[in-house]
């Protein structure tokens, strides 16, 4: 099967043929998330994107080390270089301890990420646990002459940086052009340009979250800690970093360079970005309001919607969609995801009732063969799912004796379908996990339906309403054909 996976890298705008760095080993760091408030259903939708990119390398046998980064320090309001730091305002609304705050929502978001069948990464730093590592990174950064400290605060010198390197490499945006989006400095600031970015701050009085520096009590810059973390465990240059699209600029722009000027090399050599979730056509967001939590749509204890659905839908909706597409939100497109994922689940768990014959056809590696494309195409998860349909297609033609399979390509089929349907898209709910409870209401149901049939026989329709009755406000409907009765969920 080809290995041969192209990724859209944001640094060169192109597809390319994937060559980690060294050899089978995956460096992969997802920016993770800053953790005052509960993670809504946008934020959700990049760590689900990522899941499945780290998922995908697995099953094309990539020894991946994948690192998410919790934020609990530096992130301040407005992702601003002054002002408050988010945990702290949250903490001083509630009256609580920072670290209460950053634990409640920690705990909220592995639960959430739970709930959606993602793995965990292999390490989940902290910014406030590499204080250390930032100050180091820091110090080397001044002596390069790339930074600046003035009144205990140290900033990055982009002009300086961008007279041998090229901020703006990333996000393709032109430091001219920059400068023209900014205004002017007020003479109240401390920085020599604005675009300049903070590294560490000097706290206030009041900024509870600080640390001793060289040069201040105080706290790092947002960025500088996902270039400590990403270093530390996965070394000055490695393979792929992660995101949500808003991340590109300036985030991962003010990474680039801190990192350069850190080490002199570029610290990443795939760049991916996952696009947004919106919600009435604008960006979910804590900040605006315009959002809906994934509690919400499990209960569907929202206006939004008139009920909720299983986690594995959502996941599934949001697999529908290339990563790197807008996905808006709807309940009308919930709906129809809820049906999909229910047909295709179905077909899956029905391939045990497959009669196998003798003859062997080409179909199945034809149909293997067209997944491995759809993912190898910088993870086009909804092409997979359109081949997973046209499998569902053929299965049916098989079950009604219009195409045949044999055994050794019923088994070969089985093993890819769990592979990307468990395995790459991380659905539960199928083969693996629900046989035993599916074949159990399968057992039930041939008894239900046994006993109206019997009912019918002795005509007495009371019993046979009743059952058919019953079964509808269960949400099961019950078809009488000339083969039989069938039975499915509404
Ligand atoms: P934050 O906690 O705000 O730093 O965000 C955590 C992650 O969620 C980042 O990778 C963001 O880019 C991403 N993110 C934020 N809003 C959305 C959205 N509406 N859709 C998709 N991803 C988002
Ligand atoms: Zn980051």
Redesign the pocket.
Known sequence: MTKELKLYNSLSAEKEVFKPIHSNYVGMY?????VYSD??L??C???ISFDMIYRYLIHLGYKVRYVRNI?DAG?LVDDADEGEDKIVKKARLEQVEPMEIVQKYTVGFHDILRNFNAIPPNIEPTATGHIQEQINIIEKIISQGLAYEVNGSVYFNVDKYNETADYGILSKRKIEDLMSGTRELDGQSEKKSPLDFALWKKASPEHIMRWNSPWSDGFPGWHIECTAMSTKYLGESFDIHG?????KFPHHECEIAQAQAFTGKPPVKYWLH?????LNGK????STGNTLLPDELFSGDTPLLEKGFDPMVVRFFMMQAHYRSVLDFSYDALLASEKGYHKLMTAYKDLDKLKVSEESSEEVSKHIAAYYSAMNDDFNTPILIANLFDTVSWINKVKVGQATISKADLIELKKELDAFITGVLGLTGGQAENNDGANKMDAVMEVIIELRKNARENKDWTSSDLIRDSLTAAGISIKDTKEGTSWSLN
């Open positions: 997802v920016c993770g998330p800053t993670v809504h946008g934020n939708r990049t760590f934020t992130h995101g949500g699209m808003d991340l996952a696009n947004l979730l919106t960006k979910m967001s804590k």
